[in-house]
């Protein structure tokens, strides 16, 4: 059987991480080996990736420049979530206007007003 390649998930232990650790270890037969990088490998969450067979390692809190300096060799994909709160997180978080939304979408509805003039459309049986 050929090696699987490794799906290293920074923040295995959270929702959007867990999701993705526990599909990899779902499907064991997918090519893919799990790695679960947590601060703390003794925690519940971690005990229970552990359980299901994924590597779980410790994370020593690495700063952004520094991960860049590794350069991962062997790595095929590489997909950093934290990078983009990092050099945006004023665009994301800081500057979210509601004025200025309505002044580049004056089509804007709230999902109230959007439910209203669409939930006749909508099956809910
Ligand atoms: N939940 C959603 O619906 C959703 C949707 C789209 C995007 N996102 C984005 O996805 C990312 C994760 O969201 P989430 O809901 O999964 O969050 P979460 O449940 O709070 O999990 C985040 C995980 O990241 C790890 N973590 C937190 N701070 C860290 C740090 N400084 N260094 C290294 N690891 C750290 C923690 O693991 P340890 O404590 O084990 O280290 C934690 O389990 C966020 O950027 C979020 O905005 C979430």
Redesign the pocket.
Known sequence: MAARKVIAV??A?????GGLARAILADPNGGFACRAI???PV?DP?RALAGKGADVVK?H?VEADVYRGFGFPGVDELGN??QV?RDFEKEVLGARSIDLTRALNPSLQTFDEWHARNKSKIPLE
Request: glycine share 18%; no cysteine.
């Open positions: 920074v923040g232990t959270g929702a959007q991480g947590t601060r703390d925690k971690a994370d809190a979530m934290f709160y």
